[in-house]
């Protein structure tokens, strides 16, 4: 059996924006919907699924108006779109991460006597909860360069989804960052499998569904656009098998 604990939430992150180090608690849910089938006389309460599952993810922590803090991540925009990725079990290439489309429906300030200010936010999924693995842990990453591959031990056929985070950038030049995931049979010829739109600007994310074949090695590839120097990115890449 392994166990994890706090040091162990390797990131919390909604649209790029970094939100682990204010946090002081994260969960996250998965509710199927069920409805009373029961009818006039039957004896017994009975309950039907109805073939529809929510995510859900949610924290509290410090409130922080800083520049790319909490409060700009959270504060004006209730209902918007976002991506969201976090994970349990270590900031490490192939450990697990969750991810998915949000809209997030709450965001509160609270303030105390003899405390510090507090903030508590929620996120309902926007579709499918991704349950997958890290292709790159985030970290901050210059010159481009291929990732080590993720050994998923064998191919999959329902497709899945790519999640890519970017928290900071700073270069000379460049036009953008461009981030793929690739999939190979052998571990040795490796094909595009996912494009992620390029980044100028962080934060941003982007989930991105592919459809078809996994094949059984998934890793994370970037690039720069462009010329330039003094390339440095803060990023985490995801795959979520269907």
């Not at 003899?114 to 997958?132: A, F, N, S």
């Not at 050994?151 to 970017?166: C, I, K």
Request: glycine fraction near 10%; charged fraction near 20%.
């Amino acid at each position: 059996m392994s166990t994890y604990g706090q040091p162990d939430v390797p990131f919390v992150l909604l649209d790029g924006y970094s939100l682990r180090n204010y946090l002081t608690a994260l969960e996250d849910e998965i509710t199927d919907i069920w409805e009373r089938s029961d009818t006039l006389g039957d004896s017994y309460e009975e309950e039907s699924h109805v073939g529809v599952s929510r995510g859900r993810v949610a924290g509290r922590g410090f409130y922080d108006d800083a520049n790319d803090a909490i409060d700009e991540a959270l504060v004006g925009t209730t209902g918007a779109a976002k991506v969201a990725c976090w994970g349990f079990a270590g900031n490490t290439r192939g450990r697990m991460f969750a991810g998915m489309n949000v809209r997030k429906p709450s965001y509160k300030r609270l303030a105390g006597k003899d405390e510090l200010h507090k903030v508590e936010w929620e996120c309902l999924g926007d579709g499918q909860y991704d349950q997958g693995v890290i292709l790159l842990a985030h970290s901050t990453v210059t010159t481009a360069a291929n990732q080590t591959s993720v050994d998923g031990a064998a191919s999959s056929s329902n497709g899945g989804a790519a999640f890519l985070q970017v928290s900071a950038l700073s270069w000379s030049g460049w036009t953008n960052v461009v981030f793929t995931v690739e999939h190979s049979t052998d571990n040795a010829v490796w094909v595009t499998k996912a494009t992620f739109t390029g980044v100028a600007a962080a934060p941003a994310a982007e989930r991105v569904v592919v459809t078809g074949t996994i094949n059984r090695y998934l890793r994370a590839v970037h690039a720069y656009t462009g010329a330039g120097s003094a390339e440095s990115v803060t990023a985490m890449v995801g795959f979520a098998r269907r």
